[in-house]
């Protein structure tokens, strides 16, 4: 089955900025709509962003006006650009190919992102 890869995470400072991108073989990030999700130490995965085929955007409240997902299709390559990075926002980041509400593809291993002074 197709797995993300998902890369550009890394340690940044307060205020800083950070780009992600999540990339998979094959068309599958052509026909579904993609979420990025965060894994911090301790806590359950959550919901971050999402862009479906049609490249109509939303955001979990605690990143909305800093976060900006976005997809390249011609490179199966989703994004998010990350500004004003906060030490909550310290976690492993993941996408995956959504449909009604169910992630549809295994896992990737994520990126880390650390937020930290």
């Known amino acids: 089955q197709v797995q993300p890869v998902e890369s550009g995470g890394g340690l940044v400072q307060p205020g800083g900025s950070l780009r992600l991108s999540c990339a998979a073989s094959?068309?599958?990030?052509?026909?579904?709509?993609m979420a990025w999700y965060r894994q911090a130490p301790g806590k359950q995965r959550e919901w971050v962003a999402i862009?479906?085929?049609?490249?109509?955007?939303n955001y979990a409240e605690s990143v909305k006006g800093r976060f900006t997902i976005s997809r390249d299709n011609a490179k199966n390559t989703v994004y998010l650009q990350m500004n004003s990075l906060k030490p909550e926002d310290t976690a492993v980041y993941y996408c995956?190919?959504?449909?009604?509400?169910?992630?549809?593809?295994?896992w990737g291993q994520g990126t880390q992102v650390t937020v930290s002074s």
């Open positions: 995956n190919a959504v449909r009604r509400g169910v992630e549809l593809l295994n």
């Open positions: 862009i479906t085929t049609s490249t109509s955007t």
């Open positions: 094959g068309s599958i990030f052509t026909i579904y709509t």
